[in-house]
């Protein structure tokens, strides 16, 4: 088992420009979790899918951030156009649904400057 | 919305000594869960408590469930070097769908 995989690891962008964050959850797990972590705010969930659907997006900050899940294998995150503020890690975890424990990917470290 | 608060933000302690962190909520919750995060690491779950009042132990971990399901703890039994790192609790958000809110963590650091 491969765990949760996400890429890039680190990013590094100007800002304005797009950023794409990629993740492919455990196969068979049917919920996928979109978060960000900021030593101010902590972990913050930002979106998460059921079953390839998008359940609830009220934690994406505004317009900018855009999510989807074509399939059950891949997720992305995209930051368009990108902000100096948007610097964090971003994790993302899949679980097989009520209530088990997530199993989070290594993050992606966003620097935006 | 739906709020977990852990306390305290941060602990030292000398290697060999306990630690406890605590987690407490407005609400009742369904269940809770544990996770450590390591320093530069990523969110590794620990375990799930569900009924009031549970009690459960991984080695020299100590998980507690409160009876109101409102409060949990988690007891570490003579630290070690190893044990270093951010310990969340996480409660369900709201969601039928498994969605979770964390703590702000408890964040270890233990000195040999």
């Known amino acids: 088992d491969a765990g949760v995989i996400q890429s890039p690891r680190h990013e590094v962008t100007e800002m304005g420009q797009e950023v794409t964050l990629r993740c492919k959850p455990i196969?068979?797990?049917?919920?996928l979790f979109w978060y960000r972590q900021t030593m101010m705010r902590g972990l913050e969930l930002l979106i998460y899918f059921n079953n390839n659907v998008p359940i609830d997006d009220s934690g994406m900050p505004e317009d900018r951030f855009s999510a989807k899940m074509p399939n059950a294998s891949f997720s992305t995150l995209k930051i368009q156009p990108s902000e100096p503020r948007d610097s964090a890690v971003y994790f993302c975890?899949?679980?097989?649904?009520?209530?088990?424990?997530?199993?989070f990917g290594s993050g992606t470290r966003l620097t935006v400057v | 919305g739906q709020q977990v608060m852990q306390i305290p933000q941060y602990q030292h302690v000398q290697e060999g000594e306990d630690f406890t962190t605590y987690c407490n909520s407005s609400t009742t919750l369904s269940n809770i869960q544990w996770y450590k995060q390591r320093p530069g690491g990523h969110p590794v779950f620990l375990i799930q408590l569900v009924k009031s009042g549970e009690v459960k132990k991984q080695k020299r971990l100590t998980f507690q469930f409160g009876e109101a399901k409102k409060n949990s703890s988690l007891h570490i039994t003579a630290t070690q070097t190893t044990d270093v790192g951010t310990y969340f609790c996480a409660g369900p958000g709201g969601g039928s769908q498994g969605n979770l809110i964390f703590g702000k963590g408890t964040k270890l650091s233990v000195k040999p």
């Open positions: 196969s068979g797990h049917n919920s």
């Open positions: 975890a899949s679980s097989l649904g009520v209530p088990t424990g997530y199993t």
